[in-house]
């Protein structure tokens, strides 16, 4: 395992503002050309319904007329493409080709934050080409130019989230922890990280931890996240009838709709794994019920077990390697990565979120290539073959799926090395 250097000083060389110009044009043109491929049937033939729907009806009764499973961040970049749709009148194709944008221009901006992380790190060439590697991963570009999902823009805006308190900027990562939230419920996986560094990391180590200076900042990122929450999710909101109007009945409503939102449709697919090639694929978890017997318990309360214990296992992590720009990215990463494994009811594109981070960790650690290289394998394998299926109407594989139980055996194998990772260097650092 190569030396982790967290501080670098020196500049990197740079790249002349031509070759700069023809990658970015040649990438732009490769992922435009993807994103006119076939999408998934079932779920473009959603989203292009839900952004007809928002741009000839607006907000109010969406979600009551709807099975839509996602908070309301995503509908608004749906009903941008609607209203451009219907103004322009263009066809079905074209549409779909407005609603693949959003997925794909985040993943372009995820790609330039791993250029500034790699820019404030000393290391440009190496961050610009770890960001084109990123948006030409044919993992990355299956789940937004091809298969029409998401997946991929929320892994920008969690990065986002991380760089934002590496340039010391708290409330605003706070602010698109909030947007990642909105977005899709598996955001949920940062949320060691983010309490961590909002609530902890700039504490001094003084008699007096608690100065004013830090309680400002708890009540304004209290005030930001709270804005950022009501601006979002307002216009989509309908206060439940038995509030009467009493204010506070109506505001406590409003702040658990989201909640609500998400609690009454991830029983959906009630499965120990829903197509994701992790632990519970192995263990034959496959379209078996979650709250099935497995060991004594359930597979559920396994996993609840589990991921505990990755909970717990970041923050000591965090405790330990303190202000490390470097952990922070790899912790993040880690608790993507174990977050598919462990928890149930994992679709084949959940493992993407991981993905952007450990690219970023590369800048430290060029030992890192060998895991990147082959978990983007497994996610490109994993989205691929149920894209693939789909075309034939096959959405669920069995329990007995060979290619499935084979990736899932190798996904294992980088997590448990990816914790064992960790723990070495903390005890690296320990040492130094």
């Known amino acids: ?148 999902q998401f997946d991929s823009l929320l892994a920008t805006i969690l990065l986002a989230v991380v760089y934002c308190f590496y340039i010391k900027r708290s409330i605003l990562a706070i602010i698109f922890y909030t947007i990642a939230i909105l977005t899709k419920p598996q955001s949920i996986f940062m949320f060691p990280l983010v309490f961590y560094l909002f609530f902890f990391q700039d504490i001094k180590q003084q008699k007096s931890n608690f100065n004013k200076k830090y309680w400002i900042k708890v009540f304004t990122g209290t005030i930001a996240v709270l804005t950022t929450y009501v601006l979002i999710v307002l216009p989509f909101f309908k206060p439940n009838p038995t509030s009467n109007g009493n204010p506070f009945l109506v505001v406590t409503d409003l702040f658990l709709w989201v909640p609500r939102l998400y609690f009454k449709y991830v029983g959906d697919y009630p499965y120990a794994t829903a197509n994701g090639f992790n632990l519970w694929t192995v263990l034959w978890g496959q379209t078996a019920l979650d709250s099935g017997p497995f060991l004594g318990l359930t597979y559920i309360r396994w996993s609840k077990i589990l991921l505990a214990g990755l909970w717990l296992y970041t923050l000591w992590a965090l405790i330990k390697t303190k202000k490390d720009y470097f952990s922070w990215y790899y912790i993040s990463y880690l608790l993507g990565f174990g977050f598919f494994m462990f928890c149930v009811r994992m679709h084949e594109r959940y493992l993407v979120t991981a993905l952007i981070f450990l690219v970023v960790c590369i800048l430290w650690d060029s030992s890192l290539w060998l895991p990147t290289l082959i978990l983007s394998m497994v996610i490109l394998v994993n989205q691929s073959y149920m894209y693939e299926l789909a075309k034939q109407d096959f959405y669920w594989l069995p329990k007995n799926d060979n290619l499935a139980l084979f990736m899932a055996s190798i996904s294992l194998i980088i997590l448990g090395y990816s914790f064992y990772y960790l723990f070495k260097y903390i005890q690296r650092k320990k040492l130094n």
Request: charged share 10%; with cysteine.
């Open 1 to 148: 395992m190569a030396n982790v250097k967290t501080n670098i000083n020196k500049k990197g060389p740079s790249l002349s503002p031509a070759i700069i110009q023809w990658v970015v044009f040649g990438v732009v043109i490769v992922r435009i050309l993807l994103t006119l491929l076939p999408s998934h049937k079932v779920d473009m033939g959603g989203y292009n319904y839900w952004s007809h729907y928002l741009a000839e009806r607006g907000f109010q009764g969406f979600y009551e007329s709807l099975h839509v499973v996602y908070a309301p961040f995503y509908m608004y970049l749906l009903l941008i493409s609607g209203k451009i749709a219907s103004f322009f009148a263009v066809s079905d194709l074209s549409h779909e080709f407005l609603i693949k944008f959003w997925a794909v221009l985040f993943d372009f901006i995820g790609g330039c934050l791993i250029y500034l992380i790699g820019k404030k790190n000393g290391k440009s060439k190496l961050g610009f080409w770890l960001g084109i590697f990123y948006i030409l991963n044919p993992a990355i570009f299956i789940n937004s130019s091809i298969w029409g």
